[in-house]
């Protein structure tokens, strides 16, 4: 899962050195935290939050397939 999202915030940034996905496990849900250059924050979050939201839903839609809770924050 944290491959995938990589690939995804990676595609979306111009300095794709700067982005880190750290994974929170929890006992009931895993909680990925993504950093970004603080430049490339606005494209990953995107207007009125709707990349963010996309990101979300879509690693969502994989871990209810996997049977899991998944939560994503955005640290700039």
Do not use: H, P
């Not at 050195?17 to 496990?25: L, R, Y």
């Not at 935290?33 to 990953?44: C, H, L, P, S, Y």
């Not at 979050?45 to 839903?57: E, H, L, S, V």
Request: avoid cysteine; charge should be positive.
């Amino acid at each position: 899962m944290k491959e995938i999202i990589e690939i995804i915030i990676k595609n979306l940034v111009e300095d794709k050195q700067a982005v880190s996905v750290n994974e929170v496990a929890g006992e009931k849900s895993t909680v990925y935290e993504i950093k970004v250059a603080e430049a490339d924050m606005g494209k990953v979050i995107g207007k009125q939050g709707k990349n963010a939201k996309a990101i979300r839903t879509l690693v969502k839609a994989i871990a209810t397939k996997e049977q899991k809770r998944v939560t994503i924050e955005f640290i700039g």
